[in-house]
């Protein structure tokens, strides 16, 4: 009989209560096999926000407000879990989040992604899709999908 033991658990995180919950759930994972765990958050660099008129704001400024928005949400998740005696780390990141997630999978050898079912609202969903099906169907390891 082979027994799974798993040594890195990853949980993308988005600030919804599904990723809340999809975290809550690798913490308990992780603490139950002695794994370490990454919780990830992605920011989509948004495209054209600033509408029709005024200028773009300038790199500096914007990779400021994403790296504040991503620290956000990552100090939230991170406040609402109980983390004692779980070794972790929280890792920041940009880009679109299923393949960011899957590739983050694989350059550190994970041996499973968790993730919650919906983060993004409907109209995102419609346009770019789902997370937790790209990342299913791309990821290099088992992927947790958590309602």
Same mark, same amino acid.
């Given at each position: 009989?082979?027994?799974?033991?798993?040594?890195? =658990?990853?949980?993308?995180?988005?600030? *919804?209560?599904? *990723? /809340?919950? $999809?975290? *809550?759930?690798?913490?308990?994972?992780?603490? $139950?096999?002695?794994?370490?765990?990454?919780?990830?958050?992605?920011?989509?660099?948004?495209?054209?926000?600033?509408? =029709?008129?005024?200028?773009?704001?300038?790199?500096?400024?914007?990779?400021?407000?994403?790296?504040?928005? /991503?620290?956000?949400?990552?100090?939230?998740?991170?406040?609402?879990?109980?983390?004692?005696?779980?070794?972790?780390?929280?890792?920041?990141?940009?880009?679109?989040?299923?393949?960011?997630?899957?590739?983050? &999978?694989?350059? /550190?050898?994970?041996?499973?992604?968790?993730?919650?079912?919906?983060?993004?609202?409907?109209?995102?969903?419609?346009? =770019?899709?789902?997370?937790?099906?790209?990342?299913?169907?791309?990821?290099? &390891?088992?992927?947790?999908? =958590?309602?």
């Amino acid at each position: 009989m082979t027994v799974w033991d798993p040594n890195l =658990i990853v949980v993308g995180v988005d600030g *919804s209560e599904a *990723s /809340q919950h $999809a975290a *809550s759930t690798a913490v308990e994972m992780a603490r $139950a096999a002695g794994a370490t765990l990454h919780l990830v958050t992605v920011v989509r660099p948004p495209e054209g926000w600033w509408g =029709i008129v005024g200028s773009p704001p300038t790199p500096a400024a914007l990779t400021e407000a994403l790296e504040d928005a /991503q620290r956000e949400i990552l100090d939230r998740v991170v406040d609402h879990l109980d983390l004692d005696g779980v070794t972790h780390e929280t890792v920041e990141d940009m880009g679109d989040p299923g393949r960011v997630l899957a590739a983050y &999978c694989e350059e /550190q050898d994970a041996d499973l992604l968790v993730v919650g079912r919906r983060g993004a609202g409907f109209i995102e969903r419609l346009v =770019i899709g789902s997370v937790a099906n790209k990342v299913v169907n791309d990821a290099p &390891c088992p992927v947790l999908v =958590i309602p």
